[in-house]
């Protein structure tokens, strides 16, 4: 039961600790940018006579910006979208 209590405090002791660490492209946007804004772009990538669909997270500014890949596999259509929109805002 010492175990336990112990554990626990030291979650919530290290709690804030942890939240402080935390990038902030996780959860805050970016200030907008008006002329440059973020979108996103549908994409049809051609393979083996087929199209594959996809979409491109497009970061808000003007010049380059770096190309993060998600692969979400197979079946279904699992986007992770909340891990897109934090690479995005990074």
Do not use: W
Not at 4 to 32: E, K, M, V
Not at 58 to 68: D, E, K, Q, S, W
């Amino acid at each position: 039961m010492d175990a336990i209590r112990a554990t626990a405090a030291l979650l919530l002791l290290a709690s804030p600790t942890l939240a402080q660490q935390l990038p902030r492209a996780i959860y805050t946007d970016p200030p907008r940018d008006s002329a440059h804004p973020a979108r996103m772009e549908v994409l049809h990538v051609p393979s083996g006579g087929v199209k594959i669909n996809g979409v491109a997270y497009l970061a808000a500014g003007a010049g380059r910006h770096p190309t993060f890949v998600f692969f979400h596999g197979l079946p279904g259509n699992e986007k992770n979208l909340d891990l897109a929109q934090a690479v995005r805002r990074a």
